[in-house]
């Protein structure tokens, strides 16, 4: 019973999420000269300084590098922005769920959306520039929307757990920049899946943001279809992920209070 009367939450008080979500947006940008632009401005600076490094000095040997590292950088920037800001989205809110009645699954999940909203800016600003080294990708575009929402329940339902594991143990939020830290390494976004060892391949096999990676890539950079393998994984991960941290979250948020 648990799964519909949350869902219903979410349903029949969108609305309320809908203003966390902008109220989110007008914080994190107030007072700067860029706003928004800088989900666009900081995925292209790091590709361009990554590009010199490992095409200059480590000399790795990827065919257009620059896009092929900022195929996987965008994703990869909301995913670890989310869960970063995710984690301690309850704990920074606390005075207002005591001043306010509201779902507080509705925290994270709007720092989530609010993230999702950035990366999706980005991309609409940045499509071009793949298009015009693959026309190709033109024909993919039609993929990246279910990506996109797949990658999306993913990363809230990730969201939704450490927000919740955070309240009642606050060392997971700097724990979290060292497990974030590791994954980025651990994710082939500056080389290809390809270069990884076999010994330890297995590693990248458990690593779900591989799989998203690997579609963004397809899309944006390959202009190809991914397999049916690679969709099935991701969809299957996102509605997993989604609802087992929903789950979760409820399960423990009756005790939130007492935390705080």
């Given amino acids: 019973m648990t799964t519909p009367v949350g869902m219903n939450v979410l349903i029949s008080q ?23 632009w800088w989900s666009v401005v900081t995925p292209l600076l790091i590709m361009a300084t990554v590009t010199f ?16 590292s900022l195929a996987g950088l965008l994703p990869w920037f909301f995913f670890s922005v989310s869960l970063s800001e995710s984690s301690v989205s309850i704990i920074q809110k606390a005075q207002l769920l005591r001043q306010y009645n509201l779902p507080v699954e509705f925290i994270p999940l709007s720092v989530v959306c609010a993230n999702f909203i950035n990366f999706v800016f980005g ?18 575009l039609l993929g990246l929307p279910l990506v996109l929402l797949a990658h999306l329940f993913f990363v809230a339902g990730l969201g ?15 724990l979290l920049g060292t497990i974030l830290l590791f994954w980025f390494w651990i994710t082939p976004i500056f080389y290809s899946i ?38 099935g994984v991701a969809i299957f991960l996102g509605l997993v992920t989604f609802g087992a941290g929903y789950l979760f979250f409820l399960s423990r948020k009756k005790y939130f209070l007492k935390e705080l």
């Fill in 123 to 140: 991309l609409i600003f940045i499509i071009p520039i793949f298009c015009l080294f693959n026309i190709q990708v033109t024909k993919t």
């Fill in 14 to 36: 969108r609305h309320i999420l809908w203003s966390l979500i902008k109220k989110e947006l007008k914080t994190k940008y107030i007072g700067s000269l860029l706003g928004v």
């Fill in 53 to 68: 490094i490992f095409t200059k000095i480590i000399k790795v040997n990827i065919e257009n590098f620059s896009l092929f």
């Fill in 160 to 174: 939704l757990v450490v927000a919740c594991v955070n309240v009642f143990v606050r060392d997971l939020s700097h």
């Fill in 194 to 231: 390809d270069m990884v060892p076999d010994p330890v391949r297995w590693m990248y096999n458990c690593n779900a943001m591989v799989f998203y990676i690997r579609i963004y890539r397809d899309i944006l950079l390959f202009g190809q279809f991914p397999g049916a393998h690679l969709w």
